[in-house]
């Protein structure tokens, strides 16, 4: 086991007005206050000023799931880092293959939007991910280490010590098709591997690398345990209360 500390994300996506996001974290706080891992709710923009106040007092950390990488400007539609930061905003998802797949999301935009972040404080939860093609193909591991260096261009050592990328597989998110713990395992590995190739071994044993795909209670914990994966990003188990709190034990 290593010892760094397990993030579990709840990737709500477009689910949950801002009442009902708030009556969500007022609950599931007292069903988390015994969890040593790092709890964090990624909520759509509409929610996350309920969502704060809701947490204070908790754990609970609040992230948006995206965001533009400009800080300002004619970008109708958009939220930018510092709009975020300025609520008090932890975390942000950047390149979830829905933003990359449904919102043309390329691994140049995803870049500007991880060193945008970093500029304005907040902390991006990077997503990579091969198709089922890639996978039948054999290009996973090749994918992946691609996606991965793009994601970082211009990171500093000292910024990607504070990320934290998420493996799903696209085959994985939705479908409840979990990939096997080994499967998780082997590509979260290639990650470790990857940075530790950009930067250092030192490096490389600080990122949180997290695990996503259909992930829900009944396989979550075999999922953490294995040696590379420091927790997950959770779709649909994360909308339920108990399960998303089960989820978070341990
Ligand atoms: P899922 O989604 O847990 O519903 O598969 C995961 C994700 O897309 O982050």
């Known amino acids: 086991m290593s010892n760094r500390k397990l993030i579990i994300a709840g990737n709500w996506k477009m689910n949950k007005t801002p009442a009902e996001a708030s009556s969500f974290i007022k609950e599931l706080k007292p069903l988390i ?8 709710c990624a909520v759509p923009f509409v929610d996350i000023q309920t969502s704060i106040t809701a947490a204070r007092g908790s754990r609970i950390k609040i992230a948006a799931q995206n965001m533009h990488f400009e800080e300002k400007g004619a970008y109708t539609g958009e939220v930018s880092g510092q709009m ?3 609520m008090g905003v932890t975390y942000v998802i950047i390149g979830h293959s829905e933003r990359r797949e449904y919102f043309a999301e390329t691994n140049r935009t995803v ?9 304005c404080g907040l902390k991006p939860i990077i997503c990579v991910g091969e198709s089922l093609a890639q996978r ?33 597989p696209i085959w994985a998110i939705g479908t409840g098709r979990t990939a096997t713990a080994e499967q998780a395992q082997e590509v979260c590995h290639i990650i470790r591997m990857t940075i530790k190739e950009l930067y250092s071994k030192r490096v490389s044993s600080v990122v949180r690398i997290q695990y996503g795909g259909s992930v829900k209670a009944d396989n979550a914990h075999e999922l953490f345990s294995m040696e590379d994966i420091d927790g997950g990003l959770v779709g649909g188990a994360s909308l339920k209360l108990s399960e998303f709190a089960a989820i978070t034990a341990g």
């Open 84 to 86: 975020l930061k300025s």
């Open 33 to 40: 206050k015994r969890s040593r891992n790092e709890v964090v």
């Open 111 to 119: 870049n500007k939007k991880v060193i945008a972040a970093y500029k």
């Open 136 to 168: 039948e193909a054999g290009l996973t591991a090749e994918h992946i280490r691609y996606q991965v260096k793009a994601a970082l261009v211009g990171v500093t050592a000292d910024q990607v010590k504070k990320a934290v990328i998420a493996y799903e």
